[in-house]
């Protein structure tokens, strides 16, 4: 199981960037997806999270509004798109799954990818 995050990067307040999350080794669409972020100092934190399907998501109340997580089964690639970015959303952002094989559950995390947030 493996997943690579990507599309991090430096950007204004007010700006966007969109995250994506390139998963391999597993039935990608039998799973749900997760966004966890981690700041200085910080404790890691959920940020979103999707079903297997895509029919549902949750946003952390901190981004509500201005985030959206997506994903595309036929691309094993789960997408964050974040708006109206503040100072406070920089963190390094990584991307998790929790997958069931074998009678075992495997917690899985990308190495992250860095935003930063700045004028």
């Known amino acids: 199981v493996q997943l690579v995050e990507s599309g991090g990067g430096l950007v204004q307040p007010g700006g966007s960037l969109r995250l994506s999350c390139a998963a391999s080794?597993?039935?990608?669409?039998?799973?749900?997806m997760s966004w966890y972020r981690q700041a200085p100092g910080k404790e890691r934190e959920l940020v979103a999270a999707?079903?297997?399907?895509?029919?549902?998501?949750n946003c952390a109340d901190s981004v509500k509004g201005r985030f959206t997580i997506s994903r595309d089964n036929a691309k094993n690639t789960v997408y964050l798109q974040m708006n109206s970015l503040k100072p406070e959303d920089t963190a390094v952002y990584y991307c998790?799954?929790?997958?069931?094989?074998?009678?075992?559950?495997?917690?899985?995390w990308g190495q992250g990818t860095q935003v930063t947030v700045s004028s």
């Open positions: 998790n799954t929790v997958t069931y094989y074998s009678g075992s559950y495997y917690d899985t």
């Open positions: 080794g597993f039935t990608f669409s039998s799973y749900a």
């Open positions: 999707i079903t297997s399907a895509g029919g549902s998501t």
